[in-house]
């Protein structure tokens, strides 16, 4: 937010690391002021002599850099969304609101080892041809296809049937919590529930699952090398969105002046619930 004294910003890679480099932006007056992440390729086109970065001087900043659901532990969050730059505009006096509430999204694929760093999200369009379940005696460890339909229990049908599989997300997050948390998750570490395309197949045909989800089915996949055609996806909730951010006014400044927030980045419109589309929303407004 600080306004620069320096007439350009010079580039200076540090050696022996894989890219998004290391570099440090220094002040031509070989200021050391920060170091950051940088893809090799902004470097090369800067000029080939100077690898200077002009300065201007601006009246208005704009940040558009996310929400801060990293702070979990296996959000669906790119681990490059770090919430940086809002901290740093919040340790400079802007406020921030709201950090209590948090999109926890139902439709994820759960965790299957320590090796991962996030989790991967699917689309919620599934939820309109599949049906989700658990079995109904804790610690039933068969296969998904040896459970008779009388050893199923369709939990947002029996509990939600004005809604039933469509039930919205916070409810749906917090049942499949319970019926996990009562021993009747399925997968790795028993933290999973299924989301099962069977009937919606036999139909409609699985040409028209294909046609409606054929990417998504692929992605599933090639994550967890199973077949969701010919046995029932896994899913479970993962942090997906924080309705939190820094605070905003109806124009969607915060209080410094000059400095606008924009998308999940700030704090307006939700409320406790998500909104969808708000990012779209806002860029459009």
Request: hydrophobic share 35%.
């Amino acid at each position: 937010m600080r306004e620069s004294t320096a007439d350009c910003w010079t580039i200076e890679a540090s050696a022996g690391l894989r890219s998004p480099e290391l570099f440090t932006l220094a002040d031509r007056r070989g200021s050391n002021c920060f170091s950051a992440h940088i893809r090799p390729l902004l470097a090369r086109f800067m000029p080939a002599r100077s690898r200077c970065i002009p300065a201007r001087r601006c009246s208005t900043w704009l940040l558009a850099t996310g929400g801060y659901g990293n702070v979990f532990f296996l959000s669906t969050n790119a681990k490059g969304c770090n919430v940086t730059a809002t901290f740093r505009a919040y340790k400079k006096g802007a406020l921030f609101a709201n950090p209590c509430y948090t999109q926890i999204h139902p439709t994820c694929i759960p965790v299957s080892g320590d090796h991962q760093s996030k989790l991967t999200l699917m689309s919620e369009s599934l939820r309109n041809d599949g049906r989700v379940w658990v079995p109904k005696n804790p610690g039933d460890k068969r296969h998904p296809s040896e459970i008779p339909e009388g050893d199923r229990d369709y939990y947002l049908e029996r509990k939600y049937p004005s809604y039933g599989n469509l039930a919205p997300r916070d409810i749906s997050s917090r049942a499949a919590k319970q019926v996990c948390d009562e021993g009747r998750g399925i997968g790795p570490g028993g933290r999973g529930v299924y989301l099962d395309f069977a009937d919606s197949i036999n139909r409609l045909g699985k040409d028209k699952i294909e046609e409606r989800y054929a990417n998504l089915f692929e992605m599933y996949q090639r994550i967890t090398g199973e077949n969701a055609y010919e046995q029932p996806m896994r899913i479970y909730p993962a942090i997906h969105y924080t309705m939190g951010g820094l605070w905003v006014d109806y124009d969607l400044m915060s209080n410094i002046p000059g400095l606008f927030v924009i998308g999940e980045a700030n704090f307006s419109d939700h409320g406790a619930n998500r909104l969808g589309a708000s990012a779209l929303m806002q860029g459009s407004g």
